[in-house]
């Protein structure tokens, strides 16, 4: 009886644990899924400054591309709402031409994060 007891509970366990990673697999997989794809207006800044370049580093793009020079990120600074969003891996690699330009980036928002799909442009 004793035995039945003990592999009882330990199938208990097992069913437990199983269910528990499959859970907080959904989990992790909802914060992208069902998260529409969004188009946001701003301008390509860098994490260092962000909403507002410091006097006397030149224009926008020069002071954008000296502080992603020196190991800073590209990031869209929406002025208007005054919140960054920081720019995923491709987003980094398209934003470098418009660097300091006001733009539209489409993408999907998670937090603070955009998953870029294009960057344009903005008139």
Do not use: P, W
Not at 80 to 107: I, M, N, P, T
Not at 111 to 117: A, D, E, F, L, N
Request: with cysteine.
């Amino acid at each position: 009886m004793k035995t039945l007891s003990v592999k009882l509970a330990l199938v208990l366990l097992v069913a437990v644990a199983a269910l528990a990673v499959s859970t907080s697999g959904i989990a992790q997989n909802s914060n992208t899924k069902g998260v529409q794809e969004r188009t946001l207006i701003g301008f390509i800044s860098d994490n260092h400054c962000g909403l507002k370049h410091m006097a006397g580093m030149g224009d926008d793009k020069s002071c954008t591309l000296m502080c992603v020079k020196g190991g800073g990120k590209f990031v869209l600074a929406d002025r208007d709402h005054k919140r960054v969003y920081q720019l995923d891996k491709a987003g980094q690699d398209k934003a470098r031409e418009f660097a300091g330009q006001k733009v539209k980036v489409s993408g999907r928002v998670v937090g603070k994060t955009i998953r870029v799909s294009a960057i344009e442009a903005a008139s």
